[in-house]
């Protein structure tokens, strides 16, 4: 893989989206994980369905609802949580692996940029929260299109404001819906498959696939 640049989506992939309810799971109860899952799953499912209906409503106004959706379906948990889960969603921890990373890239000599589908007002609290700042070139929201990934006009962001082609860039994500719509936009992609899970979109195969974010350094060379 020759590549220039490296740009890594957020959610799932530097920023670990379940790290909200594990800072609160003693008042969160039982229900802590599924209530995780329900919210994660509905916030991805109202951006792809909004795209698909022609309509644009912010990512964090989606995580809102989306929350709230996931509490309604679990009653046992109690709702004043709402608000300290919302707080710290919108300061998400990064993974261990995601500053050195960056880090080690930026170091030799690579491009290094964030493309996600959250608002810039969330990313910008996430990356400045994680000190992750200094180790990127470019932090990309969609909030400048209005229209969420996997659409082909998101990616094409990351070629205007990196001065780059797609096939010099490596894309990286945790999503494999993700990786399968950078790879129809031409990049090189890296699948970061953290929970073992099987391959979907063979068609669409990544180029590399990784347990967590330590191998990516080595491919900027």
Wanted: glycine fraction near 6%.
């Amino acid at each position: 893989m020759s590549i220039r640049a490296f740009v890594f989506d957020a959610y799932g992939t530097l920023f670990d989206v379940h790290a909200a309810i594990a800072r609160h799971h003693d008042s969160v109860g039982p229900d802590a994980g599924r209530l995780s899952e329900i919210w994660r799953s509905k916030q991805l499912e109202y951006s792809w369905t909004l795209t698909l209906a022609g309509r644009y409503v912010d990512f964090w106004i989606l995580t809102q609802r989306a929350l709230d959706y996931a509490l309604a379906r679990l009653p046992s948990v109690d709702q004043q949580v709402r608000a300290r889960l919302l707080e710290a969603y919108f300061q998400l921890d990064a993974y261990p692996d995601a500053r050195e990373t960056l880090e080690q890239i930026k170091s030799r000599g690579k491009g290094t940029a964030i493309l996600s589908n959250g608002s810039r007002q969330m990313l910008e609290a996430a990356v400045n929260a994680a000190g992750l700042r200094p180790c990127l070139d470019a932090v990309l929201s969609v909030d400048a299109i209005g229209i969420y990934k996997p659409r082909p006009e998101v990616y094409a962001m990351t070629t205007e404001a990196l001065r780059l082609r797609a096939d010099e860039m490596a894309f990286v994500s945790s999503n494999r819906w993700d990786v399968m719509g950078a790879a129809l936009a031409g990049f090189q992609t890296i699948w970061i498959n953290r929970g073992g899970l099987p391959d979907e979109y063979a068609d669409h195969p990544a180029a590399a696939v990784m347990p967590d974010l330590g191998g990516v350094p080595s491919l900027a060379v």
